[in-house]
C-alpha cells in the first residue's frame, strides 16, 4: 500500500505542470485510473465503504441523520428543486461528464478555486465521496473575504432543504 501510495503520488506530479499551466492530460488519466485502482481495491478487499470509511459496505446510512430516500426523487422534488434555485431534472450519472470531468480528478485545480472564491463567487462545500481525504477533518477556510462553508447534511437540511 505505502509503494502504491508513492507511486500515486509521482503519478500524480506527472500530470500537474505547475500554477496555471494545463495539465498534461495522459498522464493525468494514468494517475487517476493508477490511483483510484490502489485505492479503491484495498477499501473492496478490506469490506469498507468506497463513500464513508467509517462502514462497512452497503452500511454507510447508519452515520446519515438526514435520510431523503432515492437521490433522484429526492432531488426532482418541487419543493427541494424550488429551495435549490434550479429546474432541471437532476439525473445521478451522466457518462459523458463523467469522462470529461474525468481526466481532471488528478490535476490541481486551487489556483483557479481561489480566484472564483476571491471573485466573490459563494460556494458550499461538502465533500463526502472523496476517499482521497481519509482521515481529514472537514476544514472550512476565507479566501480574502470570500465565503466558503462546509456543510454537513445536517445543516443542509436544517438551512436550505424542506425534506418534506
Known sequence: MAQDMRTCERKIAKCNSGPRRRPDLDACKDATDFCDSATYDLLEEKGTSLYDVRASTDKEDQYFKVKPGPINEFLNKINVQTALGVSKEFVSSNR?????????????????????????????????????????PSIASCYDGAELAACTENELARQALPLS
Request: aromatic share 12%; hydrophobic share 40%.
Open 96 to 136: 459523458e461528464v463523467l469522462d470529461a470531468f474525468d481526466k481532471f480528478t488528478t490535476y490541481d485545480t486551487t489556483r483557479f478555486v481561489v480566484d472564483l472564491l476571491d471573485g466573490g463567487i459563494k460556494v458550499a462545500l461538502r465533500d463526502q465521496g472523496g476517499i482521497w481525504r481519509i482521515g481529514e
